[in-house]
């Protein structure tokens, strides 16, 4: 991890606990199409999520985010700088995330991230980065990976970054190892049971139809 890592494009996971946050994330995400394309890709700005993060839950990301990122090159003071703006423009709905699923520094990452999140009193929870249900799909995802990247599975230059841990796991699984601060994470588990979100059975708007052509 270099320092050319900071400048990368980096992950925050945004769930929708309310109606407020789902509209609030579909604005995000349409100014993101209209204003944020780099390299052909949509991006959100970080300085547009403090005026647009009513109901919304925010999670760092492990180590895809910025702090987690941060961590990694031992930038602890950029990584609690980090912290403190998300958990400021999140109040109590910002979480650091931990993961254990084999990908590389990761348990240095966790270690660090429990440190951060007991200078600063900020919840964690535990989540996985699931790409798959069980852990016997991941040969069929894996050869699914090279055929995107255009490589063979001998080819030494495909990319390795995901494992069989990368399954949907028990959550008792994703607790174990993890005795350092086990009642935090434990609580904070599921942060998902919070939402409250209803939707109009048809929330697209209506169309405007003509030449008897039906939707």
Request: proline content about 6%.
């Amino acid at each position: 991890h270099d320092e050319s890592d900071a400048d990368r494009r980096a992950s925050l996971i945004l769930l929708c606990m309310n109606n407020a946050g789902y509209a609030n994330l579909s604005r995000l995400l349409s100014r993101a199409y209209l204003e944020g394309h780099q390299q052909g890709r949509p991006q959100i700005a970080a300085e547009w999520l403090q005026q647009a993060s009513d109901g919304l839950i925010a999670l760092s990301a492990a180590g895809q985010g910025e702090i987690g990122r941060a961590l990694l090159r031992r930038d602890h003071a950029q990584a609690e700088l980090l912290a403190k703006r998300y958990a400021d423009w999140f109040p109590e709905r910002f979480y650091l995330e931990l993961q254990r699923n084999g990908e590389k520094d990761q348990e240095s990452l966790l270690q660090a991230t429990l440190g951060l999140a007991e200078k600063l009193d900020l919840p964690v929870v535990a989540t996985n980065n699931a790409h798959f249900l069980d852990a016997a799909d991941f040969a069929a995802f894996d050869a699914r990976q090279c055929i995107s990247a255009g490589l063979t599975l001998d080819d030494p230059r495909r990319p390795r970054r995901f494992t069989a841990a990368h399954c949907l796991p028990d959550p008792e699984d994703g607790l174990r190892g993890s005795e350092r601060s086990p009642a935090r994470i434990r609580c904070l588990l599921s942060p998902c049971v919070l939402p409250n979100l209803e939707r109009d059975a048809r929330p697209l708007p209506a169309l405007l139809l003509h030449d008897a052509r039906s939707e």
